[in-house]
């Protein structure tokens, strides 16, 4: 058994807090779903077969994704085309793709291609990056970004930017040249809420801002979340004992809300042991991106690792309410298949990068 | 790359990842305050706004106090009868319960359709539905032996506001109607709950409108409960919670007694008129009858709107309270109230004599005040004034009054002033005064009015109620009975004596000795009563004249017009020489007081004195 693990690339601590947490999450979304026995088996059917992934992706050396870098970006940009052509539109949105039984949501495979294919495209860069090179990189990151967005999916679009931005940022971009694109960004922020927001995006910045504008229309949802975490107190009201969510005041408590439904069962003491086991995770990341062995695998794990901190930040401002309403799931907690596959395979990857090493040690 | 260039970008690489993970976990540690805020610091508001969103209390209607007279014989009570209810959530399919119920429950095709309407909006809720109302003997029998077949429907308790005497009490009890919500009673409960309010009456929540029903509202309403529900985010009622049991409102003990009460509507037919009776021991109100009457039943219980058009045109008007509200001059009764006010001024004494040659001639005009009888009565003091009535000795007394003066003598005898401590609606009609007179008429007081005023003509009105106070005060030798519907016990009385100090005992007496001899002597007005009774009995009759005519010839006329001729009143309290009850009888357009309302005085009297 030793001998097994010495054979595979593995790396305990990520394994067992990943572990520790899907398990959580299979608990928390039985009293999510009103006990709903069914989901949390299929469920647990994604999380079996996302550990496997995970493992699998793990074993292949850190070349072999660079290599074919360019080509998965392009299969994730194919996929995103069949997506829009073919797609069917599910509540004014065309996000996913239909492969046999499975159906995907497309967009998540960008999350790790943008990623990726920009490290790759940096890493033999010199110190610093070339006006030509960060470009050519803005102009990826923009038209990835604006394919999912067009859909409308902004949160995952969001997600996407922010992993090229990411690995742009890490690779050493100039500080004159961050300062300079946040001041064009204020400038032209005015454009973006007119031209480029949906009404129904729209709105919920407004009623981010204003929540009692609104009680029963766009606010609810976050009014009602906040109620639910604020009444779960110090210890919770135990597991299937939150009237908020049993009695579906709160929505979407299996997916984006599923964190106020912790809040509201579990209480202060279930959120500090669910943001420890999250803290640990990137805490590890963070550890296996230094010590990794070259500037690609460097790039790959800090970008990321940091779009699935991103990702997580995003549900938890929400659902407290320090940001405006965008569906963004709780990683490796909220149901759905898609998001569960791409976390994992981005989790294989970043184990792949950092327990490579150069030279194995005999 | 050559290692020194590698290094940097390691360094380069290192210090920009510790700045984007320094931030995630500031991020963290924001999200960790944010949460720290909501359930520790905010636990207390965001608990109160969880419970606010599934607590659902609905009220639950108390039974309301039941209303009796002073022997405690029900007048008001609450009668049971049953309503047939469904829980429509466990209805799947409407047609076919209701064909299957059909057999066993008579449905018209109106509360098949009612239910019909309702099912699927209760169903969603979980809340229940009437099916049928007031279930006969024969339906329930037939159900419950058929019950087990339908574990979705069951048989409730639902009472009716119900009088075993609607028609003779009607006025003085009221009725009650129906509200939407009784929020006032429970502010704590959202005014929108109050349409799946648990009813205990078949007539819904219930309020009372008008007499005691209305005076006693709160008191008789006891105190409603409260159940409370969890309710789901779609409005549905997922459980009860918890429950208060409502309190029954306490009974209502009255002083008003059903036999002496029957006798009234009785004896007074179907004149239009007022009986009001007055215990002269507790200031408790006997009687207080207005005719005509309504059914009360009807009016608490659903009435048709036909019927309710033809009550509201009726042009007898019984909706109106003649007791409380009918103004009336009270003509001849008003006399020893003058008498009263000659004696403690000094303007007469007992002894003083006049001659009544049928006629008074006021001296700085001229005008002629007639008696009732040609020629007039002769030589006339006051006792013999108050026995065959004599206008004139009243118009010379009244001449010498001064008005202010006589209008506060009057006044203080209770006219013009609410006297009754609970009686609904009460009207304070008024005494005249020069003041009054120059604002509504625009003319000056002239000294006609005083005289006129002299035997209760022209402009002073007083209620039937007044009239018995007056009554009572004179019976009681000025003590303020201060009557009152409900017994003593419920509100504290006063102790106010009329006193004057050129007024004594002795005055009284004499008092007391005319008026007896009103009936009871051979030269009394009222004589023609005198044989109806065994025991003894004072009073003073009048007739109020609504048109003034000074022709034989008019006069005649008028009296074939029926709403033209005179009213009959009489007040008179008795058994003398120590009385117990007084009473004033109103019958409008009966004509002459003694002989008319002086029947029905007695009747009233016979009943209370011979319980």
Known sequence: MNKLFQKIYFDPYLFFSLFLLSMLGLFFLFSASNADAGIVLKQFVYVVAGFIIMILVSQP?????????????????????????????????????????????????????????????????KLPIQRKEIIISLIIIFCCFFFVFRQPDLGTALIIAFSGLFVLFLSGLSWSFIGGSLIVFIISSPFIWNILLEPFQRQRIATFFNPESDPFGASWNIIQSKVAI????????????????????????????????????????????????????????????????????????????????????????????????????????????????????????????????????? | MIFEERQIEKNNFSSRATLLFGLIMLGLIAVLIKVFSLQISGYTDYQLAALKNKNYAVPVQSLRGEIFDRNGRALIKNEPTFDLITRPNLISDIDSFLEEIEPVIFLSVTEKLRYKKFQKEKAF???????KKDLSDEEIARF?????????????????????????????????????????????????????????????LIKGRTGLEEIYDDYL????GERVYEMNARGQLVQPLSFIKPTKGPDLYTNLDIDAQKSAAKSLGNRKGAVVAIDLESGGINVLYSSPAYSINKLSNGMSENELQALINDPDKPFFNRALQGRYPPASTIKPAIGMYGLSNNIVNWDFEMKD????????????????????????????????????????????????????????????????????DEDQAFVPTPEWKYSIMNAGWVKGDTVNLGIGQGYLVATPMQLANYASLL?????????????????????????????????????????????????????????????????????????????????????????????????????MPNPRYAVSVVIENGESGGAVAGPVAIEVLKSLINE
């Open chain 2, 144 to 204: 419950n032996v058929r019950s087990f077949n339908f574990q979705n429907t069951f048989i409730a308790k639902r009472y009716r506001r119900i009088s075993d005497y609607p028609d003779i009490f009607s006025h003085v009890l009221g009725y009650t109607s129906r509200i939407e919500d009784d929020f006032k009673s429970m502010p704590e409960i959202p005014r929108s709950h109050w349409k799946d309010a648990e009813l205990l009456y078949a007539f819904g």
């Open chain 2, 357 to 424: 040659p049928g006629f008074f001639t006021l001296p700085e005009t001229g005008r002629v005040f007639r008696g009732w009888l040609k020629g007039g009565h002769g030589k006339v003091n006051m006792h013999k004034a108050f026995l065959v009535s004599s206008n004139t000795y009243f118009y010379s007394l009244a001449y010498q009054a001064d008005i202010l003066e006589l209008s506060n003598h009057l006044s203080s005898l209770g006219f013009g002033q609410k006297v009754c401590l609970d009686c609904f």
């Open chain 1, 61 to 125: 050396d850190p070349d072999i994704f660079r290599r074919t870098s360019g080509f998965f970006l392009i299969f994730s940009l194919l996929l995103l085309g069949i997506t829009y052509l073919f797609g069917p539109e599910i509540n004014g949105a065309q996000r996913w793709v239909r492969i046999g039984p499975l159906s995907f949501q497309s967009s998540e495979l960008l999350k790790l291609a943008v990623p990726i294919f920009l490290a790759n495209f940096l890493f033999d860069k």
């Open chain 2, 221 to 224: 309403t006891g105190k409603h």
């Open chain 2, 475 to 575: 019976a009681a030798k000025g003590k303020f009975i201060e009557p009152s519907l409900v017994l003593p016990g419920n509100q504290k009385k006063s102790l106010k004596i009329w006193h004057d100090d050129g007024f004594d005992d002795s005055d009284w007496n004499k008092m007391h000795e005319a008026l007896l001899g009103v009936i009871e002597s051979d030269y009394g007005t009222a004589r023609s009563i005198r044989d109806l009774k065994e025991f003894q009995v004072a009073g003073k009759s009048g007739t109020a004249e609504l048109v003034s005519l000074d022709s034989k010839e008019a006069y005649q006329e008028v009296r074939s017009s029926e709403l033209l001729r005179d009213h009959s009143i009489i007040i008179a309290f008795g058994p």
């Open chain 1, 230 to 362: 604020g009444s779960g107190g110090f210890f919770g009201k135990g597991f299937g004992g939150g009237s908020q969510t049993q009695l579906n005041f709160l929505p979407e408590t299996e997916t984006d809300f599923i964190f106020s439904v912790i809040g509201e069962e579990f209480g202060f003491l279930g959120v500090l042991l669910l943001l420890s086991i999250y803290l640990f995770i990137l805490l590890r990341c963070f550890y296996l991106a230094l010590s990794a062995r070259d500037r690609f695998c460097r790039l790959v794990i800090g970008g990321l690792s940091l779009t699935f901190a991103a990702n997580l930040m995003i549900n938890l401002c929400m659902v407290v309410g320090l940001l405006p309403v965008v569906g963004m799931p709780l990683p490796f907690i909220s149901k759905g298949g898609s998001s569960l596959m791409s976390l994992f395979l981005a989790f294989g990857i970043i184990v792949s990068m950092g327990t490579h090493k150069k030279f194995l040690p005999q």
């Open chain 2, 125 to 131: 809720v979980n809340k229940e539905l009437v099916l």
